[in-house]
């Protein structure tokens, strides 16, 4: 398995609050953190760069081989929980850091099964061919009414609260996370992303641009249309290939 990745401030925000990590962890398995900070500058960068660093953590030093689905979610949901908890604690001891927090995404993957722990409107997408497929499904106010049946997928894309989320590390005690089991075939590419990229560039881009360039270079040159297409927030890109 090939891993890449890239993150950038884009063109219009004075820091980035995007956060990630990548690793591997045998010759058939990998894993991602990627997190999108919210509450201010400071504040979410403090968020992003804590959670990102405690769920590292935590599935470098419990992942062991052999490991079962129901095991890898279960360290998932750990080191999520313990990220909660001290991005949260922290959040309450400083007023200047109150209510910050962070979406979460953290991956691994196993001879080409991904284990998928998610909170927030950052995604998990798999391309396959001329497909683009959205794994996760975000935790906002607009994805809840469509949902709902009041809001389309079109009408959501114009939205003003499209970037309103419902879930995010760090702004209670608890925190409710969505899991995934995908597998990824051959040839397969599983993205995750940060909303920087999904809100500045559409899912036929996506699909076009990973035809033209080579696997190696796909995070630099989504984030290179994202930032033509106006570049309004951080862009984080993980791309891992089977």
Request: glycine content about 8%.
């Amino acid at each position: 398995m090939k891993i890449v990745s890239k993150t950038d401030i884009g063109l219009k925000r004075n820091s980035n609050q995007d956060s990630y990590s990548t690793g591997i962890l045998s010759e058939n398995s990998v894993w991602a953190v990627v997190c999108d900070g919210m509450g201010g500058a400071a504040a979410g960068n403090l968020a992003s760069t804590m959670a990102v660093k405690i769920v590292s953590e935590r599935i470098k030093s419990n992942y062991r081989n052999g490991m079962n689905y129901n095991s890898m979610k279960n360290l998932l949901a750990s080191a999520i929980a313990a990220a909660n908890i001290e991005v949260y604690e922290k959040s309450i001891s400083d007023i200047d850091l109150n209510g910050m927090g962070t979406t979460v995404i953290a991956v691994i993957i196993v001879d080409g099964t991904a284990c998928i722990a998610h909170a927030g409107d950052s995604r998990v997408y798999i391309l396959s061919g001329d497909s683009l497929r959205q794994v996760t499904k975000d935790h906002s106010i607009v994805q809840d009414l469509i949902d709902n049946g009041r809001l389309t997928v079109e009408e959501a894309e114009s939205d003003p609260r499209k970037n309103i989320i419902t879930r995010a590390l760090g702004v209670s005690e608890e925190l409710m996370v969505d899991y995934y089991v995908e597998d990824i075939n051959e040839n397969d590419i599983l993205i995750i992303c940060t909303d920087g990229l999904t809100n500045y560039i559409t899912n036929e881009h996506i699909v076009d641009i990973s035809k033209q360039y080579d696997f190696n270079i796909l995070p630099e040159k989504l984030i290179d249309a994202a930032n033509e297409n106006g570049g309004g927030d951080n862009i984080t890109i993980v791309a891992v290939s089977h």
